[in-house]
């Protein structure tokens, strides 16, 4: 075992299964791994057989001291948090130096707020890694269809103009998913979330502003310069089931770069409902 | 008056009050105007004073001769219409040869669909003109705010990147409205909408994942190469209401190229609501 693989991490868990897979997989490769469960958003129930303590958002001087005695140096941030605002973290004396900083970063959206909080764990000594870095292969690792569904000719010019408009969009701090359906983009991700933007695409396929089924596609990929240490776009078991639900054909995935949650699972029910994951270069 | 002024327009009219105010603004310029009502969208009953004529979406060649006879060469197509399956369209004769090119634009999307419309009508003879050509008043034709309140520091500043972002999207078949909020792209229009768009705001503001009200700007702008003859970008009193229900500081419109549907009142919710309406260069 390298001497790398050895050193500690600590996984800061937001809600999710994924933060308890990234944690295992860094586990099964031979890192002592401490999980800090953030109150309200991870259930530290979850992390059975890992060591795991419950932190408030606001907790920074709390988590810095457990982390030193610990000798841990590496953190990687995963899992859904709902973006709090300034008044609900309650700050504890290692953070309150800090809250002017994170007060104007919260005024620039995510991408500022992001790095706002990676600069200042890396002001406290500490290191905040990818998930993709700790568990790669929690990503598709080659190009290529996950499941038994493959994409076809049209879906493969919609995945063409999907990655094209994500390429478009990258200097803005916006999402990192659209859906792409006969030669136009349907819908595109702003704040409301995957999820609340592929629920649109069923409305709209209810309602028949769009009509034909089994065209479309959702394209996922990072943007151009995306902070992936603390923003991996993600997919599971119920993207599936969402893009399922808004009559789509497929999702289309940047290779090594999306995460895929529970992936046997998101797999099983991609197969099942004859909708396509497909790992684009 | 001048030849041109004087030549007939036909106004193919959609939903909503804009074919009239379109087909009383040639009027009073002196235009004899004869109004294509479509079937499904417009009400005969609104042209009351002007002749007025029903026709289904198929009826081409209905609708040529009575424009023959007419000696009207000029047409503009205003107000709303729902995008229709091919199957909903029954073809007269004079549509029917037409049918292969406008199935293959129908998987083309709405600028696909509207160019080869647009096609279709210039094969006969006919000039589709924009309804601003007809009516420039309709129009904001000056910078400046159509109200009594005014955009400030910060909503400039949201104004100038929503610009920027639909400029960015302007080479996709994508909507013309965006919702920048605290320097971050929030709601991008697809397929959905504009009225839609505004509904996912408002619950986003209701869920708190946007908290800081009164701070966003709705910008609303034709994309570059934008086919203006078909598709103008409008904004009226639901545009108003909607805004002000998604907590949004006010709406910027490009300079001579957005219609204002019923200014007046527009103005007087926008005024009450304390919203602003602002032309942009």
């Known amino acids: 075992m390298s001497r790398a693989a ?13 933060p308890l897979h990234v944690a295992r997989a860094a586990a099964t490769a031979g890192r002592p791994v401490f999980v800090a469960a953030l109150s309200g958003s991870a259930d530290p129930a979850l992390f059975e057989g890992l060591e795991v303590e419950q932190f408030g958002l606001g907790q920074l001087g709390g ?9 841990v140096v590496d953190v990687v941030m995963i899992g859904g948090i709902v973006r709090p605002g300034l008044s609900d973290i309650r700050p504890d004396l290692g953070l309150v130096r800090h809250l002017p900083a994170l007060a104007g970063a919260f005024r620039k959206g995510d991408d500022g707020l992001l790095s706002a909080i990676v600069a200042i764990f890396e002001e406290q000594g500490l290191r905040v890694v990818s998930a993709l870095d700790v568990a790669p292969e ?20 919609a995945i063409d103009g999907g990655l094209d408009l994500i390429g478009a969009l990258s200097r803005f701090d ?17 704040a409301e979330g995957t999820d609340a933007m592929l629920a649109r695409v ?10 034909r089924e089994g065209r479309g596609v959702l394209i996922k990929a990072p943007k151009l310069g995306q902070e ?54």
Chains 1, 2 share one sequence.
């Open 63 to 71: 988590l810095k001291q457990a982390l030193a005695r610990r000798g």
């Open 138 to 157: 929690l990503a598709a690792r080659e190009p290529g269809p996950l499941g038994r569904v493959v994409a076809e000719g049209q879906a493969r010019a």
């Open 228 to 281: 992936m240490r603390v923003d991996v776009p993600t997919i599971g078991p119920a993207t599936v089931r969402h893009v399922a639900d808004a009559g789509l054909a497929g999702i289309a995935i940047r290779v090594g770069q999306v995460l895929v949650a529970e992936r046997a699972e998101t797999v099983r029910l991609a197969d099942q409902a004859g909708v396509f994951i497909e790992a684009v270069p």
């Open 174 to 190: 916006v999402g990192q998913c659209v859906v792409v359906e006969e030669g136009r983009p349907v819908a595109i991700e702003g």
């Open 202 to 211: 069923a409305e709209m396929r209810r309602t028949k502003r769009l009509t």
């Open 6 to 18: 050895a050193a500690g991490l600590c996984v800061i868990a937001g809600s999710g299964v994924l």
